[in-house]
């Protein structure tokens, strides 16, 4: 069974930082680009962050750019999102994403499986 959980969420203060992980059963990591999307309470859901799946290159939207740092590791068939400084507008369900080499990334409809999401709360 083809299937992607998040885990890692929860509640931080702003400023702090936390580190989600994506792990896939039923199907290898390392042969998909991984995407972090976003969702806010009554927002559209955004894209976060993706890391290739050929050559590695990384991309950050600008509002996470400087603080998250996406990763992969190929042996534990997981991607990690790391998550400093974070602020209550990084508040959202985090989603991540495998996308089999379809361009452009940032397209959700080019990403082939999903999983269900992890609450991250930024608040004091």
């Known amino acids: 069974q083809v299937q992607l959980v998040e885990s890692g969420g929860g509640l931080v203060q702003p400023g702090g930082s936390l580190r989600l992980s994506c792990a896939a059963s039923?199907?290898?990591?390392?042969?998909?680009?991984i995407g972090w999307f976003r969702q806010a309470p009554g927002k559209e859901r955004e894209g976060v962050s993706c890391?290739?799946?050929?050559?590695?290159?990384?991309y950050y939207a600008d509002s996470v750019k400087g603080r998250f740092t996406i990763s992969r590791n190929n042996a534990k068939n997981t991607v990690s999102l790391q998550m400093n400084s974070l602020k209550p507008e990084d508040t959202a369900v985090y989603f991540c994403?495998?996308?089999?080499?379809?361009?452009?990334?940032?397209?959700?409809?080019?990403?082939?499986?999903w999983g269900q999401g992890t609450q991250v709360t930024v608040s004091s």
């Open positions: 994403a495998a996308n089999p080499g379809r361009r452009p990334l940032a397209q959700e409809r080019n990403y082939d499986y």
């Open positions: 039923g199907f290898f990591l390392d042969y998909y680009a």
């Open positions: 890391i290739y799946n050929n050559d590695g290159q990384t």
